[in-house]
Nanobody, 123 residues
Framework: QVQLVESGGGFVQAGGSLRLSCVASGRTPNLYTMGWFRQGPDREREFVAAKSYRDGRATYANSVTGRFTISRDNAKNTAYLQMDSLKLEDTAIYYC????????????????WGQGTQVTVSS
């Protein structure tokens, strides 16, 4: 079992930045690919970014490429999502997730989920 706790959400104006954190605990969290997903109002949950435990390779959704950066600090069992140049359409609940696969972009590939943190971008 792996437990995930997100933090760092909040209100921000368009063009601003936020950094989300996800602290993992439990069974060998550093052996999991860490991913971020989001679910906006009246939208399905969608992939945002992931960072492989195997080679550290990061992958991003097209909508956030160049604006968001995923990172992880294995010593702290923590994953981060740095979000810059935020847009109104980035408003969503952001979820951290852990997958046992080296590459994972679909939600069904993730075994553990956090409770989510709200990000609201205003004009």
């Amino acid at each position: 079992q792996v437990q995930l706790v997100e933090s760092g959400g909040g209100f921000v104006q368009a063009g601003g930045s936020l950094r989300l954190s996800c602290v993992a605990s439990g069974r060998t969290p550093n052996l999991y690919t860490m991913g971020w997903f989001r679910q906006g109002p009246d939208r399905e949950r969608e992939f945002v970014a992931a960072k492989s435990y195997r080679d550290g390779r990061a992958t991003y959704a097209n909508s956030v490429t160049g604006r968001f950066t995923i990172s992880r600090d294995n010593a702290k069992n923590t994953a981060y999502l740095q979000m810059d140049s935020l847009k109104l359409e980035d408003t969503a609940i952001y979820y951290c997730a852990a997958s046992g696969k080296a590459r994972a972009r679909d939600s069904y590939e993730y075994d553990y989920w956090g409770q989510g943190t709200q990000v609201t971008v205003s004009s």
